[in-house]
């Protein structure tokens, strides 16, 4: 059983400290996608601009670490940091130094020279396989030159390795920086007291990634509106044929109890009543659109149909609270992406505080064009539908001082 979360509670932040002239080491998420070296989303590097900026201006010199994707080992070049190091020297102005070996040696001949208007970027953390290890022996490398440590990678934060968990356990000066900030504040927003109707979208191919957060919100939420291939599962659970379209067969009980759990709580469920089908996934040339929820037995559901849309979008309009994790189709796909970005718009319109999970949700508002409509859009897929389950995040819990003796002077 998950216990509730503690929030910011106990965790300093950036602000609490003095700077000037202190190595920060800024632990961030800079896991961008890339085609090749060519950088095709840089979400997370323009959200680690204002941390990155405050410490430059209040004078710290600044060692900035991440990992990128998921090297096999340090041969795996294509993981390289370089293209992230290429844009952060031009975003910020100022020359970025990516160390390829980041042995405390090399860091500290850089640290102890002349290190004006320079920032060092450490080479992909899981090149080295103690930091997936959580090592203490690679967590006292980096700590032996940084005086603070700020993590403000929060799409990292539910992972125990070195540079979230290692080395903060040893540094006596840790705290957060804006963008983890943010994240706490938006997130416990929709457990806290959030304003009504709230509603829960929830998308995506399974329900059995969502249960947990399904079962936190259900007594907290006004109603949900379920979309993407979890929905199948659901329309199938009311014995609606669904075709061949993607049915978690081992959660239609599940399925069932929600159903019936949600209505003995009067509260709103609602589900497809059409969908864009095909008879094979991504195929464009059979695509149609159904009169009904059934799916004919040669079809595949791939996106929400237009009485979906609109039975959602009516629902999401008087809103004052919106919660979306999940596209309601195949959204990467043109053909069968209207239904997402319809959910978007809805979203994009509507006066109410929407926070937008990160993963193919936050990929989803950003292709649709209405990002910038979101009140936030999460840097963390599996962190925050962990957090907001009620599961404590490695990367807060060791921020928190374990008792009031170990507090120190900032």
């Known amino acids: 059983m998950s216990v509730p979360s503690a929030g910011l509670k106990g965790i300093k932040t950036v602000r609490d400290f003095e700077l000037e002239g202190k190595t920060v080491f800024l ?228 399925a069932k109890e929600m159903i019936e759990r949600i209505e003995a709580r009067n509260k709103s469920l609602l589900l497809p009543v059409d969908h864009i089908v095909s008879t094979e996934f991504g195929n464009v040339e059979n695509k149609k659109v159904t009169s009904s929820a059934v799916i004919d037995e040669n079809y595949m559901g791939l996106d929400i149909g237009p009485k979906t849309v609109k039975n959602y979008s009516v629902a999401l309009e008087n809103a004052a609270t919106v919660f979306w994790n999940g596209p309601m189709g195949v959204f990467e796909n043109k053909a069968f992406c209207e239904g997402t970005f319809a959910i978007a718009k809805a979203l994009a319109e509507s006066k109410a505080l929407k926070i937008v999970g990160g993963g193919d949700s936050a990929a989803a508002a950003e292709a649709s064009g209405y990002a910038d409509k979101m009140s936030h859009i999460s840097t963390g897929g599996g962190a925050s539908l962990e957090y907001l389950q009620g599961e404590k995040l490695p990367g807060l819990e060791v921020l928190r001082p374990r008792k009031q003796s170990e507090q120190v002077p900032v």
């Not at 967590?139 to 540079?163: K, L, T």
């Not at 979890?230 to 978690?248: C, D, H, R, W």
């Open 27 to 254: 632990r961030l998420d800079l896991n961008v996608p890339l085609e090749g070296t060519k950088i095709t989303d840089e979400t997370r590097i323009t959200a680690s601009l204002p941390t990155i900026n405050y410490c430059l201006e209040k004078g710290a010199k600044l060692i900035v670490a991440s990992h990128l994707g998921r090297p096999k080992s340090a041969d795996d070049k294509k993981y390289s940091m370089e293209p992230v190091a290429k844009r952060l020297t031009e975003l910020l102005n100022r020359e970025v130094v990516l160390m390829e070996e980041p042995s405390s040696e090399g860091v500290k001949h850089i640290l102890y020279g002349n290190m004006k208007n320079q920032i060092i970027l450490l080479e992909n953390l899981r090149f080295d396989e103690g930091e997936t290890e959580n090592s203490p022996q690679l967590a006292q490398q980096w700590a032996s030159y940084s005086d603070i440590y700020i993590n403000d990678a929060f799409g990292a934060s539910h992972r125990a390795h070195a540079s979230i968990h290692a080395l903060p356990e040893i540094m006596p000066r840790k705290g957060i920086g804006f963008l983890i900030e943010k994240e706490i504040k938006m997130l416990d927003s929709l457990t806290d007291k959030p304003k009504k109707p709230y509603i829960a979208v929830l998308g995506g191919a399974k329900i059995s990634d969502k249960i947990a957060v399904i079962e936190k919100l259900m007594d907290i939420v006004d109603g949900f509106v379920i979309g993407g291939a979890m929905a199948y599962t659901f329309l199938k659970a009311q014995n609606i044929p669904v075709g061949k379209s993607l049915v978690e067969t081992d959660k239609l009980k599940y």
